[in-house]
């Protein structure tokens, strides 16, 4: 059945497939020949935001005419593109030579409480899901096998959104979930069409599967035996999320990395390697001066429509080399580190140290019974801990957080725990462990 899902998906998306087959030929190459390609690409794509939109015009024209002209210009020569960048010049960063009738208006999730815009075609969006198709062979799944989708994201799971309902569903072989608020009766329900449906990969955001995994474990519901492996995105993906999530579904889980506005930076292999996608993007990995963390830029190799080059998009992570930089899968792609955070989930300290996100999974670690937490600086003194617990914490375990944030963070750092039933997701269904907003 699954090989008759493909024929037809390949006849109603002949560009997506199109595109999946110049993606599976690309990663045939060496690891030489793909870092030859990602060259000739950034030089390509840089010359061309140069002559093709209004803000790299002037951003890049004046470095560009004091070259010689075959004189490459060194992309770590290029300023840095800052979200803010994009908000104030959305309309400069859209090419030229754009069918203005012909794109569209995307925005991100907002994680910050500030969604960003960013331009769109169709054409982007079949590259997109290409690049995702590539992403689950990585698994063994093949075209055409049935994927179900948890979603956070409301506009995503409606008609026109990334995993929208249609008629199509059947023939792209692929069912989606809104994952944006549920109770135990749905999580009831989603067990039974998992066993009904029985699908080869499940996707989603980690928080969700998180939470269901949970509930599957606690329930002893049993797993179909198709499954062969979980993909979690659109959140950082901790380690003892990933021992739930195998231990619930009874396979592999692989972390996938990417935003709205680039897709398909990188995602793990069976071996449990980030494989960053160098045919789809430039990735560079700066030290902070002030901490340990090192901050990601990331230029799209493959975005005419709206050029993003040098986007500072956030997140925390690290390049391989040397030794570290191979992978026994045999895929030429190289390799990166994820880090934990998003530049606003450092804690600050009136000491002036920088807290990293993980010290707070550290310190709850030891207590089961809290299931889901966000810790919020809302001053540079000051730390609120929401929790979600089952039963409640004994004062005494209360005593022992506020001992050790005063020991590790700052002996003048205040700390408020809060128990709720819930704790509210970001607008585009997240959720978020540490927010600061002491920058």
Same mark, same amino acid.
């Given at each position: 059945?699954? $090989?008759?899902?493909?024929?037809? &998906?390949?006849?109603?998306?002949?560009?997506?497939?199109? $595109?999946?087959?110049?993606?599976?030929?690309?990663?045939?190459?060496?690891?030489?020949?793909?870092?030859? *390609?990602?060259?000739?690409?950034?030089?390509?794509?840089?010359?061309?935001?140069?002559?093709?939109?209004?803000?790299?015009?002037?951003?890049?024209?004046?470095?560009?005419?004091?070259?010689?002209?075959?004189?490459?210009?060194?992309?770590?020569?290029?300023?840095? +593109?800052?979200?803010?960048? !994009?908000?104030?010049?959305?309309?400069?960063?859209?090419?030229?030579?754009?069918?203005?009738?012909?794109?569209?208006?995307?925005?991100?999730?907002?994680?910050?409480?500030?969604?960003?815009?960013?331009?769109?075609?169709?054409?982007?969006?079949?590259?997109?899901?290409?690049?995702? =198709?590539?992403?689950?062979?990585?698994?063994?799944?093949?075209?055409?096998?049935?994927?179900?989708?948890?979603?956070?994201?409301?506009?995503?799971?409606?008609?026109?959104?990334?995993?929208?309902?249609?008629?199509?569903?059947?023939?792209?072989?692929?069912?989606?979930?809104?994952?944006?608020?549920?109770?135990?009766?749905?999580? &009831?329900?989603?067990?039974?069409?998992?066993?009904?449906?029985?699908?080869? +990969?499940?996707?989603?955001?980690?928080?969700?599967?998180?939470?269901?995994?949970?509930?599957?474990?606690?329930?002893?519901?049993?797993?179909?035996?198709?499954?062969?492996? !979980?993909?979690?995105?659109?959140? !950082?993906?901790?380690?003892?999320?990933?021992?739930?999530?195998?231990?619930?579904?009874?396979?592999?889980?692989?972390?996938?990395?990417?935003?709205?506005?680039?897709?398909?930076?990188?995602?793990?292999?069976? &071996?449990?390697?980030? &494989?960053?996608?160098?045919?789809?993007?430039?990735?560079?990995? $700066?030290?902070?001066?002030?901490?340990? %963390? %090192?901050?990601?830029?990331?230029?799209?190799?493959?975005?005419?429509?709206?050029?993003?080059?040098?986007?500072?998009?956030?997140?925390?992570?690290?390049?391989?080399?040397?030794?570290?930089?191979? =992978?026994?899968?045999?895929?030429?792609?190289?390799?990166?580190?994820?880090?934990? =955070?998003?530049?606003?989930?450092?804690?600050?300290?009136?000491?002036?140290?920088?807290?990293?996100?993980?010290?707070?999974?550290?310190?709850?670690?030891?207590?089961?019974?809290?299931?889901?937490?966000?810790?919020?600086?809302?001053?540079?003194? *000051? $730390?609120?801990?929401?929790?979600?617990?089952?039963?409640?914490?004994?004062?005494?375990?209360?005593?022992?957080?506020?001992?050790?944030?005063?020991?590790?963070?700052?002996?003048?750092?205040?700390?408020?725990?809060? =128990?709720?039933?819930?704790?509210?997701?970001?607008?585009?269904?997240?959720?978020?462990? !540490?927010?600061?907003?002491?920058?």
């Amino acid at each position: 059945m699954h $090989l008759l899902r493909h024929w037809l &998906h390949r006849r109603l998306r002949a560009k997506r497939f199109a $595109l999946l087959d110049l993606l599976l030929h690309t990663q045939s190459l060496s690891r030489q020949e793909i870092l030859r *390609k990602q060259k000739q690409d950034v030089a390509d794509i840089v010359s061309y935001a140069a002559r093709n939109t209004t803000y790299y015009a002037e951003k890049f024209a004046p470095l560009m005419n004091n070259r010689v002209a075959e004189e490459a210009v060194p992309l770590g020569a290029l300023p840095i +593109l800052s979200k803010e960048d !994009v908000r104030g010049r959305l309309d400069d960063l859209l090419a030229n030579d754009a069918d203005r009738s012909q794109v569209k208006l995307g925005h991100t999730g907002g994680s910050t409480g500030q969604p960003l815009g960013f331009w769109y075609d169709d054409a982007k969006h079949e590259l997109m899901r290409a690049g995702m =198709c590539r992403s689950y062979m990585m698994a063994g799944w093949q075209p055409g096998e049935k994927i179900l989708n948890f979603w956070g994201a409301r506009q995503d799971t409606q008609i026109g959104g990334v995993f929208g309902a249609g008629w199509s569903d059947f023939i792209a072989a692929e069912k989606t979930i809104a994952a944006f608020e549920y109770t135990e009766q749905q999580m &009831h329900e989603w067990s039974a069409f998992v066993r009904s449906y029985q699908p080869v +990969l499940l996707q989603g955001y980690a928080s969700v599967l998180t939470e269901f995994a949970r509930f599957v474990i606690a329930t002893r519901q049993v797993m179909p035996k198709t499954l062969r492996g !979980v993909f979690s995105t659109a959140e !950082v993906l901790g380690s003892w999320q990933r021992e739930l999530i195998e231990r619930a579904f009874g396979c592999k889980v692989f972390n996938q990395y990417g935003s709205r506005e680039i897709p398909n930076i990188a995602c793990e292999c069976r &071996h449990g390697r980030m &494989h960053v996608f160098t045919d789809m993007v430039y990735l560079e990995s $700066l030290a902070e001066d002030a901490d340990d %963390t %090192t901050r990601l830029l990331v230029t799209s190799l493959t975005n005419r429509l709206m050029p993003f080059i040098r986007y500072d998009i956030g997140d925390s992570g690290r390049l391989l080399a040397g030794e570290e930089n191979q =992978c026994d899968c045999g895929s030429p792609f190289p390799l990166m580190e994820m880090g934990m =955070c998003r530049h606003n989930d450092l804690i600050r300290t009136p000491g002036g140290k920088r807290i990293h996100p993980s010290y707070f999974n550290r310190l709850l670690a030891h207590l089961p019974q809290i299931r889901q937490y966000q810790c919020i600086q809302n001053a540079i003194d *000051k $730390l609120t801990l929401i929790m979600v617990a089952s039963p409640p914490l004994p004062p005494e375990s209360i005593d022992t957080l506020r001992m050790h944030i005063a020991k590790d963070i700052d002996a003048g750092m205040q700390l408020e725990i809060s =128990c709720v039933d819930e704790i509210p997701r970001t607008a585009s269904g997240k959720h978020r462990y !540490v927010i600061s907003h002491c920058h």
